[in-house]
Nanobody, 117 residues
């Protein structure tokens, strides 16, 4: 059983930056784990932000997220991070990370980000 845990959400002002973290509760990333970041805004479908592999740090971001959103690996703290610049009210959402292992995709509980104008 793998339990991803997101942290770092909160209420910010438009234009602010925020960094979210994804870790493995009670454990650690292993081998070629890949971490995916998603978000779900109120009344909308969950959308992918991007992915990172935990060993080589290979990253892929959705086209609509490039430029303002950066995914990176914090090896020292064993986290996969999502850094967001220039936040807008439309970025208000619950942000999730997931870790696929084998045929199972493990999701965290999410962390709320609210951007006020």
């Amino acid at each position: 059983q793998v339990q991803p845990a997101e942290s770092g959400g909160g209420v910010v002002q438009a234009g602010d930056s925020l960094t979210l973290s994804c870790s493995v509760s009670g454990g650690t990333f292993v081998g070629d784990d890949m971490v995916a970041w998603y978000r779900q805004a109120p009344g909308k479908e969950r959308e992918v932000i991007g992915t990172i592999t935990c060993d080589a740090g290979s990253r892929h971001s959705a086209d609509t997220m490039r430029g303002r959103f950066t995914i990176y690996r914090n090896y020292h703290e064993n986290r996969a991070c999502l850094h967001m610049n220039g936040l807008k009210p439309e970025d208000t959402a619950i942000y999730y990370c997931n870790i696929p292992r084998g045929s199972v995709v493990y999701w965290g509980q999410g962390t709320q980000v609210t951007v006020s104008s």
